[in-house]
């Protein structure tokens, strides 16, 4: 049978691999928003908006007075659901 010492040390070893599974997550995460920023921003400079133009059309849409065509609403959709499915799966 272990012995309580024994024992303790396994619980830090485990508390330290789990610190820095955390440590590895925040790292992660910073660097998947740092590249769908990227992604953000090339796909705004492929459309040559000034700022005062994509200010406006993010304010409209925002608002609701522009609403995407049809088909592009069933893309976002079709897109939104594959995305659902694979964190579904992925938190199995």
């Known amino acids: 049978m272990p012995t309580i010492e024994k024992i303790t040390k396994d619980i830090q070893t485990a508390k330290n691999k789990i610190a820095e599974l955390q440590k590895k997550i925040r790292t992660l995460e910073a660097q998947k928003v740092e590249e769908e920023n990227l992604q953000i921003v090339k796909l705004v400079k492929t459309v040559n908006l000034d700022n005062k133009t994509l200010t406006a059309f993010l304010k409209a849409y925002a608002k609701g ?26 938190e199995e």
């Open 65 to 90: 007075d522009i609403t995407l065509p049809d088909e592009y609403m069933a893309e976002l959709q079709e897109d939104n659901q594959n995305q659902e499915q694979e964190d579904a799966d992925n």
